[in-house]
């Protein structure tokens, strides 16, 4: 589902029609259109280089667009509209601070330009983060997943209606990252929207409501994250070891069945690539040969379907293996 | 006003600030104080007179102030460029304009900030500058009679606006050159160079290069700079006389200001 330009966009937080942008001779924006919903959590997907951070640059009015329109809350975003951005918090890139003050301090000055801040917002947001303990401390002495918490106290400042966060989980800790996930989804429930760009599938699947996949500047597909796990989906299926063989032959029409994930316990794990509308034929073919299932689960497979609308190559030695590493001594 | 208080209280915080202020104070108060304590050896040597007239009030006044303005306009052009150009290293200005915040707006304030501390910095310096002309003096055992001469005292004032004017006016070239390059390390590099091209062109272009803005910031305060009353260097370089150099600061000041302004309104912001 990708809407069509010239949709109308009552009812969108952000819609984007046709943005275009070129850094000499480079596309980094091909036409790109976004429709992203209020009060949701919206994943934007892209591998490096597919136009994340410009578009992210674009909505929080950094560069200027070659082509194209944005229009927040349904109203035109153009040139000279700043004081739009009083309703958005962004996090663009790497956080950006004084390193010879505080975070507090940090928050202090941020808070001077633009947006109006309420009073005891920013020692509210230095507790959300956790950062209340350090906060008089110079944030040249920070981690950068401290710096990444003080960034995202920074975008929300302003209590914004629509939040940018771009790659919010870089640098976080496991206990920061699930901090962030629950701030993000307890912000959309109380009716904000939250846009955030990522190439960490994990991290989008467990946290957006819809998701955005861009490629090449442009837009290929965005859709509810359900329907895109839906239509990317697979079944898995426990057997006993000694079925495999056989388990692996009778699911066969469904397409490829991949080799036997042991559990270790004399039962082996299948993946059988059919969403779970399926799953009735799934257990039906399974009997049919005479086979019992002692466990069942539907699981999306967003990564391939990521790696297939951006024409990223499958990794085949494995994930995040570069393509020359078999060629370096 | 809130962003324009903030930005000072950033400043007087930066330790940049207290380094800058520190150099030139700490280099005055040494400079005094050495020619002071060495004045006995100088007697009967050439140009002897001229140096120890830069302890003797109330031209020691105008000595400390020609001080200030000679090597505080280089500080000054490094001061600007520093602060301009941490705003684009640091990406602090790009946090700010995604608030919703002005770009012409921000880069006032921030060069207005950089003004009033500039001043306060002058001040204090100046202060500084007369009590180790005062000690000087009274290491060389010149009398300091004319440390409370009701005329030049008057005017002081009036000077040390002038000065102010033609240290600011450096500090707004450096603050236009880094943001021009938008680097802080770039910005300091070429402001330096900048200075001291312009010094170096006084040798080819000397009637040109007294408009230029440096030699117009150092004749704003109708003095030398460096040593007043001509210095023992021999003849002052030719210079504009001081109401016309303030003309042309105010014109450089302004002009460096707006360019800084139209350059980050019509920049591309990243990293």
């Known amino acids: 589902m990708i809407d069509h330009p010239g949709q109308p966009t009552a009812g969108l937080a952000l819609g984007v029609r046709g943005l275009r942008k070129r850094y000499g001779s480079i596309v980094a924006l091909d036409g790109l259109d976004l429709s992203v919903p209020r009060g949701l959590v919206y994943g934007f997907l892209g591998p490096n280089g597919a136009g994340k951070t410009t578009t992210m640059r674009l909505l929080a009015g950094l560069i200027r667009p070659d082509a194209g329109s944005i229009e927040l809350f349904g109203r035109p975003f153009n040139r000279g509209d700043r004081r739009r951005l009083f309703d958005v918090g962004a996090l663009i890139e790497t956080p950006s601070f004084y390193p010879y003050l505080s975070a507090r301090r940090n928050l202090q000055a941020l808070a001077s330009a633009g947006a109006p801040v309420s009073r005891g917002r920013i020692e509210e947001l ?23 918490r003080l960034g995202i106290a920074g975008a929300l400042l302003s209590d914004p209606q629509l939040l940018l966060l771009d790659e919010p989980a870089n640098g976080l800790d496991p206990a920061g990252i699930v901090a962030m996930r629950d701030t993000l989804r307890h912000l959309a429930r109380s009716g904000k929207t939250v846009f955030v760009s990522s190439h960490i599938l994990g991290e989008v699947r467990q946290l957006a409501d819809v998701v955005g996949i861009i490629a090449a500047g442009r837009l290929v597909r965005e859709a509810p994250m359900d329907a895109l796990l839906r239509d990317s989906g697979a079944i898995r299926v426990r057997v006993r070891d000694d079925e495999v063989p056989q388990a692996q032959a009778a699911l066969s029409p469904f397409g490829s069945v991949g080799p036997g994930r042991t559990e270790g316990d004399g039962n082996s794990w299948l993946s059988v690539p059919v969403g779970r509308e399926r799953a009735a034929e799934v257990t039906r073919a399974l009997a049919d040969a005479g086979m019992y299932l002692s466990g069942m689960e539907t699981e999306g497979n967003l ?19 570069f393509k020359g590493l078999g060629r370096m001594q | 006003m809130r962003l324009l208080l903030d930005q000072i209280g950033r400043l007087l915080r930066r330790p940049a600030s207290w380094v800058t202020f520190g150099l030139i104070a700490g280099l005055m108060a040494f400079v005094f104080i050495v020619i002071g304590a060495t004045a006995q050896t100088l007697e009967g040597a050439q140009g002897s007179a001229a140096v120890l007239a830069i302890l003797t009030f109330p031209g020691a006044y105008e000595a400390v102030l020609g001080f200030l303005v000679g090597l505080g306009g280089l500080l000054a052009v490094v001061y600007g460029a520093a602060i301009a150009g941490s ?38 310096a100046m202060a500084v500058g007369v009590v180790a002309a005062f000690a000087g003096a009274t290491l060389a055992g010149i009398p300091t009679d004319g440390l409370s001469d009701s005329a030049t005292l008057s005017a002081l004032p009036e000077k040390l606006a002038r ?26 590099g070429v402001g330096i160079a900048t200075y001291f091209g312009e010094q170096f062109s006084t040798i080819f272009f ?66």
């Not at chain 1, 983060?129 to 990444?148: C, F």
């Not at chain 2, 304009?97 to 001043?119: D, H, K, N, P, T």
């Not at chain 2, 070239?173 to 390390?185: D, K």
């Not at chain 2, 030719?238 to 139209?262: M, Y």
């Open chain 1, 126 to 148: 230095l507790d959300l983060v956790g950062l209340h303990a350090r906060a008089a401390d110079k944030v040249s002495t920070y981690s950068l997943g401290m710096k990444q």
């Open chain 1, 303 to 321: 990564e391939a379907l990521f790696l297939e609308l951006t024409g990223s190559p499958e990794p085949s030695a494995g994930e995040g293996t």
């Open chain 2, 87 to 124: 705003e684009w290293t640091w990406g602090t200005l790009k946090n700010a304009i995604a608030r919703g915040e002005s770009r012409a707006g921000y880069v006032i304030a921030l060069f207005a900030a950089i003004a009033l501390v500039l001043a306060l910095g002058l001040v204090l």
């Open chain 2, 163 to 188: 000065g102010w004017l033609g240290i600011t006016e450096a500090g707004a070239i450096g603050f236009a050159i880094a943001t021009f390059t938008r680097s802080q390390l770039a910005g300091i």
């Open chain 2, 206 to 271: 000397p009637d040109i290069v007294k408009y230029l803005p440096f030699h117009a910031a150092e004749a704003v305060i109708g003095v030398t700079p460096g040593f007043g009353d001509g210095g023992p260097g021999g003849p002052p370089p030719a210079q504009l006389s001081a109401d016309v150099a303030l003309v042309v600061v105010i014109i450089w000041l302004i002009g460096a200001v707006a360019f800084s302004a139209a350059v980050t309104q019509r920049a591309e912001i990243s990293g």
